[in-house]
């Protein structure tokens, strides 16, 4: 999976947690859809950040 992907999936999530708390008032869903959002948001610092942080430190060199 690349990261612009990761990163769209991340949004509908978002998007899907909001809709379970603040729409529909579905708590537990909410936290549910919460806790899936913090594991992709995880695994995208992972998968997307640390590169980026290694290719500007080496920038900077």
Same mark, same amino acid.
């Given at each position: ?8 999936? *991340? ?11 603040? *729409? ?10 919460s ?18 942080? *290694? ?7």
């Amino acid at each position: 999976m690349d990261c612009e992907k990761l990163r769209n999936e *991340i949004e509908d999530k978002r998007r899907e947690m909001y809709q379970a708390y603040l *729409i529909d008032q579905n708590y537990s869903n909410a936290l549910v859809k919460s806790q899936e959002l913090d594991a992709m948001l995880n695994k995208f610092r992972t998968m997307c950040q640390k590169p980026f942080m *290694i290719a500007m430190s080496l920038v900077m060199l």
